[in-house]
């Protein structure tokens, strides 16, 4: 049981550089969602998608891009890394349901200087 | 008014002991409700769903009070495993059949021997 798994775990990057995070998930979830989480701040959405082909934006999308080819991956791409990106990011799934719990996985920590 | 608030804490308490932590939310259409657990530097973990008659999962007690819009969650007989910030969800199902998720900043809970 992978449940959602996240690719890499840690990344360095520095200022003007791209990446892209990958997040996969194997329980046919139709939610998927791209969160930031800094001290201090909380949990805050970044992008999400509720279906193949779908992306909306979430709180604080500047400077990420994301794409949902296929159901159960979603990417998040940074275009030109920016120190403020530092952080670490959680992708999380769902049911369609409305009492359906977020799942998680396991982070990518990404620092960029 | 902040739509989803928890007490930061840390909360200090000894081994055995009962704590409770309350969570607000501001939207009285707040459908679904969820307590998560964050160990430091880890991802989010389900912890329970919080349904409208209360529910208890082991020493865990989870209760709804929409009336006054906060939900709760009560540990019994508090372990040093139990040490981790508590997270609180909110879901507001939308017009347009997408779910709204908000999430509280967390409470810090320290269990010492």
């Known amino acids: 049981n992978a449940g959602v798994t996240q690719t890499p775990k840690f990344r360095v990057l520095k200022t003007g550089q791209s990446m892209t995070l990958l997040c996969a998930q194997d329980?046919?979830?139709?939610?998927m969602y791209w969160y930031r989480q800094d001290p201090g701040m909380g949990l805050r959405l970044i992008h999400y998608?509720?279906?193949?082909?779908?992306?909306a934006k979430g709180e604080v999308p500047d400077g990420y891009n994301v794409s949902r080819l296929k159901k159960q991956n979603f990417l998040l791409g940074l275009e030109s890394a920016a120190p403020s990106q530092t952080s670490v990011y959680f992708c999380?799934?769902?049911?369609?349901?409305?009492?359906?719990?977020?799942?998680f996985g396991n982070g990518t920590r990404l620092t960029v200087t | 008014r902040k739509e989803v608030e928890q007490d930061p804490g840390p909360f200090n308490v000894p081994e055995g002991a009962t704590v409770a932590f309350n969570c607000t939310y501001s939207?009285?259409?707040?459908?679904?409700f969820f307590w998560y657990r964050q160990d430091c530097r880890k991802e989010p973990k389900l912890l329970m769903s919080?349904?409208?008659s209360g529910n208890e999962d082991g020493r865990f007690t989870a209760q709804l009070n929409r009336a006054s819009q906060y939900i709760s969650l009560l540990i019994r007989d508090s372990k040093l495993s139990d040490s981790a910030t508590y997270l609180c969800?909110?879901?507001?199902?939308?017009?347009?059949?997408?779910?709204?998720?908000?999430f509280g900043k967390g409470t810090m809970l320290l269990v010492s021997p």
């Open positions: 999380a799934s769902r049911r369609q349901d409305y009492n359906s719990p977020l799942h």
């Open positions: 329980m046919n979830h139709e939610y």
């Open positions: 998608s509720v279906g193949e082909g779908t992306t």
């Open positions: 939207n009285s259409a707040s459908q679904s």
């Open positions: 919080v349904y409208s």
């Open positions: 969800v909110v879901l507001q199902h939308g017009n347009s059949g997408y779910s709204t998720l908000t």
